[in-house]
């Protein structure tokens, strides 16, 4: 399977690349392929709005056993979700990339529903993965979770008929699973530090005969 990423222009090229110089450390039958002219979003579409602290989601540690969320208020730069994607389509026309293949962006900018990341629900193989407020998490190494997010693409694909298949079996309650769908964003603490799948997923891994060396790639 060959992955193809692109980023927006707010993405630096040595994040991008620092994203990939990680990514292919591990290896297995997913190649990943970097674009580098990156996508112009117009001013038309991108939206700021006042955001409070608990919409973003942010925790912070004050010790082992204590947090609490803040509600300062923050101005927030959003892009829509057919903005989104209709970038994607250029970049497969622009570079003759096969509908069979993945296409993913790189942004650094909110989404209009806040989601760490997100897949075309038109049935294409179109997603989009936030690489920024990472911070807010715990997570100082955006590269981290932004690549345990880029790894979970293939794996889904396989275990699944489609990507909004997949999308519609998340855990609505978080298991420090790989399908966990953390509404609550400091859920994805719990998803991240796991690294794992639950035995319900490695049943469904296993019920359709998912290719062990995808597996192992994704959780090397």
């Avoid at 002219?37 to 056993?65: A, F, K, Q, T």
Wanted: one cysteine or more; proline letters at 5%; a negative charge.
């Amino acid at each position: 399977m060959k992955i193809h990423l692109i980023r927006s222009s707010e993405v630096e090229p040595h994040q991008f690349t620092a994203i990939y110089d990680l990514i292919r450390q591990y290896p297995g039958p997913v190649q990943y392929i970097i674009h580098e002219n990156p996508v112009e979003y117009s001013i038309d579409e991108l939206e700021v709005e006042i955001w409070e602290e608990e919409r973003i989601g942010r925790e912070i540690m004050l010790s082992d056993e204590i947090m609490f969320s803040l509600c300062e208020e923050h101005s927030i730069t959003y892009v829509g979700w057919d903005s989104i994607f209709d970038h994607c389509n250029e970049s497969r026309r622009k570079y003759r990339i096969p509908d069979k293949e993945p296409v993913v962006l790189l942004t650094d900018h909110a989404n209009e529903y806040n989601w760490f990341s997100g897949s075309d629900q038109s049935g294409k193989l179109n997603m989009f993965v936030h690489t920024g407020m990472w911070d807010r998490f715990t997570f100082p190494d955006f590269r981290y979770p932004v690549v345990y997010l880029l790894a979970a693409i293939p794996l889904r694909l396989s275990m699944y008929d489609s990507f909004s298949e997949s999308v519609k079996n998340y855990h609505q309650e978080p298991r420090g699973c790989m399908n966990d769908y953390c509404q609550d964003k400091k859920d994805i603490q719990l998803k991240l530090r796991t690294g794992d799948i639950c035995p319900e997923c490695r049943k469904r891994i296993h019920d359709r005969n998912v290719d062990n060396h995808l597996v192992a790639q994704v959780f090397f």
